[in-house]
């Protein structure tokens, strides 16, 4: 199955939707992009912007999330930052917290007023 974003102006992703793979083949049995864009327009609208994603995130950095956003220069989608202060690494595409999670056996949960990490003791 092919995944497609539709992204709006400010390329926020709006929707995720599932192509079934046939619907996006060319004459010689290759999957298209634009074949599936073309197929996603037919279906919910001319005037809206569509873009594959990876489910396994092998292209495009991540897959697709609503609310998330799609770099048009570095081709890739990144999720909605989590926390003011955390960072986008712009080679994973992935947001990072300003500390770095402790490497104990235990789990925390990020606390944006003291910008660290607290352990979960329940």
């Known amino acids: 199955m092919a995944h497609f974003a539709k992204i709006n102006n400010d390329n926020i992703v709006e929707q ?5 793979n046939d619907a996006i083949l060319d004459k010689n049995n290759k999957e298209s992009e634009k074949i599936g864009i073309d ?5 919910l609208g001319k005037n809206t912007n ?6 396994n995130s ?12 799609y770099d048009v220069e ?4 990144y ?3 989590p926390f003011n202060s955390w960072i986008l690494n712009e080679k994973t595409f ?7 999670y402790p490497s104990d056996e235990n789990y925390y949960i990020w606390n944006e ?3 660290s990490w607290d352990l979960v003791t329940e």
């Open 16 to 20: 995720v939707i599932v192509v079934n």
């Open 39 to 43: 197929f996603c327009k037919s279906l």
């Open 50 to 55: 569509w873009i594959q994603t990876s489910y």
């Open 58 to 69: 092998n292209f495009r950095k991540n897959f697709a999330e609503i609310g998330g956003t």
């Open 74 to 77: 570095a081709d890739g989608f």
């Open 79 to 81: 999720a909605p930052q």
């Open 94 to 100: 992935n947001w990072e917290a300003p500390v770095e």
């Open 113 to 115: 007023e003291t910008l």
